[in-house]
């Protein structure tokens, strides 16, 4: 059975180290030794650091949002994978709707980024997903398609298999529009479906495939609930450690519906 993995992702927030440090130890304090769920928190890269001493003896992961696809050299303001490492990184968010969008990221870039991240020994989370007017136009499986053929191309199944995917509809990031359960595990089961076309059924059940964009306390457990749904990537309620903390327990009752199913 394919462990939840819940990841918080706090893009630019909080503004201060102080207020970064607070919230992992917040959520350190919460979580406590459960080991039911997997937790990644990935917070802004100048606080890896501090945030790394702060989780120091937990269960928790920590992410990077982002990297530099070469392994060093002058690329003024970038940051390597290796370096993720030495900061205590275990996992690594790449080509995220807001640098994709935002930041003209294409699939080519983000496949480099992987290629990378999977060499300095990093968990790439690569996200993927539908604008509106796309989901709209019914072009939905054909972004998917797009995204994934672009973005993990080269991959054999054993690399693949280390890799999480992250859907990510771009019309619910932050808009507090979530997909229906139904959406999501539609979305998932396609993903899924050319996963094993891809790379065969063993890695395609292998493989941790989270849904973000407005994931919140009172919406986690049914999309979590949804059988091809792995986990959560968890923008805003992650800047709450009491909201976070819920949507853990939700994923841990998940676990434990799939476990009994
Ligand atoms: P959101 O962000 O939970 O605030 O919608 C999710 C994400 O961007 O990963």
Redesign the pocket.
């Known amino acids: 059975m394919r462990a939840i993995l819940i990841a918080g992702?706090w893009?630019m927030n909080p503004g201060t180290l102080a207020a970064a440090s607070a919230l992992a130890q917040a959520v350190k304090d919460g979580l406590g030794h459960d080991a039911s769920v997997h937790v990644v928190l990935c917070p802004a890269s100048v606080h890896l650091g501090l945030v790394d001493q702060i989780l120091e003896g937990s269960i928790i992961g920590l992410g990077a949002q982002n990297m530099h696809a070469r392994p060093d050299g002058a690329y003024t303001g970038e940051i390597s994978g290796a370096m993720l490492v030495d900061l205590g990184c275990t996992h690594v968010i790449l080509g995220?709707s807001?640098r994709r969008h935002g930041m003209g990221e294409t699939d080519t870039m983000v496949n480099q980024k992987l290629h990378a991240a999977l060499s300095a020994g990093l968990i790439p989370i690569v996200c993927l997903g539908e604008t509106k007017e796309e989901r709209l136009t019914d072009r939905t499986e054909h972004v998917l398609l797009t995204q994934l053929e672009g973005s993990l191309a080269g991959l054999e199944p054993v690399q693949m298999a280390k890799v999480v995917l992250a859907y990510?509809p771009v019309w619910?990031?932050?808009?507090g529009l979530t997909a229906t359960p139904e959406q999501a595990q539609a979305a998932h089961a396609f993903i899924r479906n050319r996963l094993t076309a891809q790379f065969g059924a063993a890695t395609a059940e292998h493989v941790v495939v989270q849904y973000?964009?407005?994931?919140k306390p009172d919406n986690a457990l049914e999309l979590l609930a949804c059988p091809d749904i792995d986990g959560a990537?968890?923008?805003?309620?992650s800047l709450k450690a009491d909201d976070f903390l819920k949507i853990i327990t939700a994923g841990r009752e998940a676990a434990r519906r799939k476990a009994n199913s």
Do not use: D, R
């Open positions: 992702n893009k995220h807001e990510e619910a990031i932050g808009t973000g964009g407005s994931v990537l968890v923008g805003g309620a």
